[in-house]
């Protein structure tokens, strides 16, 4: 039976409505919902807006969009998109302006019914109506640096043609956050080279953003920029009091507009916690391509804003159990494929420092770094990560109660006195050993090749290389190294004579430890071939052919 106005009801989903075709519908058919509707989007001019939203329904539904005061006929402007793998219905509106700001609506429907939701659109129009008054009022023109700021925009996708020397905007965004002491490395990361006029026009533009931020801010301080700060994800976080408490709150990933939820728990990536005036944002689930300029704005202002960067860094050895007793010192190692001048030590998810409980040091070269957990009591066991760039291992840390009687439950003497240094020698002292050891290497004839293996030992053990059991270490042909216990080994061009098995020995009054590698060389004439060759050409081959023998064996 069909009903002409149809029934209608409200979705579990708030804000949806849904109109039911006709009055019993057929077993296993169902009118179409939404399990997301589209979010409202408050987005400054020139950036990338898009709504999302997801349905359901059997037959599946076809999803259209609508506006209130105008048309939506063109596909540059209005791009609807389905992914099929996410089910994930958008509207993209590339380089908003005023004109798109709305009243959109979201149609799900199929031949049972529809169901339809409501999203606005506002678009921040950033000082151009002022700008305007201000110029014809001034006379002003658009080259000054007061314009020239008010002008400044982060737009998605898009890149404006700049002169050879010109500072991105959203270099000039890093750089208004930043502390002094960061500039010089922002300005050699970012190819400025007038640092003087950068400085000059920087604080022309603070003392305007200040005057923005004032609308909105009542008082803004402690910008801690984006860092890992434990094994689930990354942090940044700021001090900020709102003049107006219900002013909305924008995070931005190089100019794009992402949404963030208010439970760290919660499904989206990224997420803010407030505790009082503290603001923490957190990028949960870190991959590669989380490396972005992240930007807070109020109410279309910009806040903050800060790089995140992540180092194509591994670790080569991970952190490993270690089991102390009570009132001894314990000690966890790591080595990593590419230098990195500072790690993150956490225990239980909370960052540790150098103080007098934590000793905290790393190796010349940056590859090898230590913890140290001072005079170990039960409470210091738990589980310890390391942390390097986006890569993290963890171990646990166990400590073994004290089992004599006599000195059970009070405090012992230490073990590292210095009037005993016999004593803190006998514990240190190891027979070498290979924490990292040597890979096989396939090289090209003519390039250079690189080997290296990592060593320890208690005392610093002698490193030798050989070559088919002939030592290396005095040949000028090869560029041996060894600093803090990484032994390395460069090839500037490898020939077939580079070829055949490659042993590293590592010896001490303690033991000795070796490990071993093959290089192979593609392109080489082997020295089968060159036998064959010799032998063909002294059996009376015509003197041309010897000839062009002669040329194959000296290239």
């Keep these: 039976m069909w009903i002409l106005s149809g029934i209608k009801r409200r979705s579990k989903v708030p804000g949806v409505m849904i109109t039911q075709y006709i009055e019993e519908l057929p077993e296993g058919m169902t009118t179409p919902d939404f399990t997301r509707k589209p979010i409202a989007l408050t987005i400054q001019e020139g950036k990338l807006a898009i709504f999302k939203a997801k349905v359901f329904g059997n037959p599946a539904p076809t999803v259209t969009w609508h506006r209130a005061k105008g048309e939506m006929n063109n596909p540059q402007k209005f791009q609807n998109k389905y992914d099929p793998?996410?089910?994930?219905?958008?509207?993209?509106?590339?380089?908003?302006?005023?004109?798109?700001?709305?009243?959109?609506?979201?149609?799900a429907s199929n031949e049972?019914?529809?169901?339809?939701?409501?999203?606005?659109?506002?678009?921040?129009?950033?000082?151009?109506?002022?700008?305007?008054?201000?110029?014809?009022?001034?006379?002003?023109?658009?080259?000054?640096?007061?314009e020239f700021r008010k002008r400044l925009r982060r737009s998605a996708?898009?890149?404006?043609?700049?002169?050879?020397?010109?500072?991105?905007?959203?270099?000039?965004?890093?750089?208004?956050?930043?502390?002094?002491?960061d500039y010089e490395h922002i300005c050699i990361e970012y190819g400025i080279t007038d640092f003087r006029g950068m400085l000059k026009k920087l604080v022309e533009m603070?003392?305007?953003?200040?005057?923005?931020?004032?609308?909105?801010?009542?008082?803004?301080?402690?910008?801690?920029?984006?860092?890992?700060?434990?094994?689930?994800?990354?942090?940044?976080?700021?001090?900020?009091?709102?003049?107006?408490?219900?002013?909305?709150?924008?995070?931005?990933?190089?100019?794009?507009?992402?949404?963030?939820?208010?439970?760290?728990?919660g499904e989206l990536k990224h997420c803010l916690k407030q505790v009082g005036k503290k603001y923490i944002f957190t990028v949960k689930n870190l991959n590669p391509e989380d490396a972005g300029i992240y930007q807070v704005d109020v109410e279309g202002v910009n806040i903050f804003s800060t790089d995140f960067k992540?180092?194509?860094?591994?670790?080569?050895?991970?952190?490993?159990?270690?089991?102390?007793?009570?009132?001894?010192?314990?000690?966890?190692?790591?080595?990593?494929?590419?230098?990195?001048?500072?790690?993150?030590?956490?225990?239980?998810?909370?960052?540790?420092?150098?103080?007098?409980?934590?000793?905290?040091?790393?190796?010349?070269?940056k590859l090898i770094h230590c913890l140290r957990i001072v005079d170990c009591m039960p409470l210091d066991a738990g589980i310890y990560a390391a942390i390097a760039g986006i890569k993290s291992c963890s171990?646990?840390?166990?400590?073994?109660?004290?089992?004599?009687?006599?000195?059970?439950?009070?405090?012992?003497?230490?073990?590292?006195?210095?009037?005993?240094?016999?004593?803190?020698?006998?514990?240190?002292?190891?027979?070498?050993?290979?924490?990292?050891p040597l890979k096989i290497h396939t090289a090209p004839q003519g390039y250079e090749c690189y080997m290296s293996c990592a060593v320890r030992g208690k005392p610093t053990p002698h490193v030798t290389w050989y070559r088919?059991?002939?030592?290396?270490?005095?040949?000028?042909?090869?560029?041996?190294?060894n600093t803090c216990g990484v032994c390395?080994?460069?090839?500037?061009?490898?020939?077939?004579?580079?070829m055949g098995e490659y042993k590293v020995i590592a010896e001490s009054s303690l033991g000795r430890a070796e490990c071993t590698t093959n290089l192979t060389v593609r392109g080489k004439v082997l020295h089968e071939e060159i036998y064959t060759i010799k032998h063909l050409m002294t059996a009376g081959f015509p003197k041309a052919l010897s000839t062009i023998l002669e040329v194959v064996l000296y290239l």
């Excluded at 700049?162 to 208004?176: F, P, Y």
């Excluded at 992540?310 to 494929?337: G, H, M, N, S």
């Excluded at 073990?415 to 070498?432: D, Q, V």
Aim: hydrophobic share 35%; aromatic share 8%.
């Design 395 to 436: 171990a646990w840390l166990i400590v073994e109660a004290d089992k004599d009687p006599a000195t059970k439950g009070k405090k012992k003497a230490q073990k590292f006195t210095l009037n005993i240094p016999e004593s803190k020698t006998c514990i240190l002292e190891s027979p070498p050993r290979f924490m990292v």
């Design 468 to 481: 088919n059991n002939v030592s290396l270490n005095t040949d000028t042909n090869y560029y041996i190294t």
């Design 85 to 107: 793998t996410t089910n994930e219905h958008t509207l993209e509106i590339p380089k908003v302006s005023g004109d798109e700001a709305d009243t959109y609506k979201c149609y």
């Design 112 to 146: 049972y019914g529809k169901a339809v939701c409501t999203v606005v659109l506002n678009v921040i129009e950033v000082g151009f109506k002022k700008d305007k008054e201000m110029q014809k009022a001034e006379g002003t023109t658009a080259g000054d640096p007061t």
């Design 488 to 498: 390395s080994m460069l090839i500037l061009r490898v020939g077939a004579k580079d």
């Design 310 to 365: 992540v180092p194509p860094v591994d670790f080569a050895l991970k952190i490993k159990e270690v089991t102390a007793q009570e009132r001894e010192d314990a000690i966890f190692e790591c080595v990593l494929t590419q230098p990195i001048s500072k790690m993150v030590w956490n225990l239980k998810n909370t960052p540790l420092f150098n103080n007098d409980k934590y000793e905290i040091t790393c190796s010349e070269d």
């Design 157 to 181: 996708g898009k890149k404006a043609e700049k002169k050879e020397g010109d500072i991105d905007d959203s270099v000039w965004e890093l750089l208004l956050s930043a502390e002094k002491k």
């Design 206 to 265: 603070k003392k305007e953003r200040e005057e923005e931020q004032a609308q909105f801010i009542q008082h803004l301080s402690n910008l801690k920029p984006i860092e890992v700060k434990s094994e689930e994800g990354a942090t940044f976080e700021l001090e900020m009091e709102l003049k107006d408490p219900n002013s909305r709150i924008f995070l931005y990933k190089d100019g794009v507009m992402i949404p963030y939820s208010k439970d760290v728990e």
